[in-house]
């Protein structure tokens, strides 16, 4: 416990001297259309976002049948990947 107190208190005097400098250099308005261009997703970059994506499990696996294709079901560790947990 004693060595946890001595660690805590240690981190707390050394974290603001090795934060070195956080300075954020500006962007200068001539360069920012391009750059927001550059990073932004181009056209086709993600084709998975034009999949029309069905939250409906029933309604997923009829037009699966009815249309011959795979069915992918997502889910997440804490049981729903929509955040409606």
Excluded: C, H
């Excluded at 259309?33 to 056209?43: F, G, Y």
């Excluded at 029933?58 to 037009?63: I, P």
């Excluded at 009815?66 to 079901?73: F, H, M, S, T």
């Amino acid at each position: 416990m004693r060595r946890s107190l001595y660690a805590l208190l240690l981190l707390g005097v050394a974290f603001p001297y090795a934060r070195g400098n956080d300075a954020v250099p500006e962007i200068a308005a001539a360069d920012f259309d391009r750059l927001l261009t550059a990073i932004k997703p181009q056209q086709g970059e993600s084709p998975w976002r034009e999949v029309v994506w069905l939250t409906n499990v029933t309604e997923a696996r009829r037009r699966a049948s009815a249309e011959n294709k795979p069915l992918v079901i997502f889910t997440a560790a804490d049981g729903s990947p929509l955040s409606r947990t």
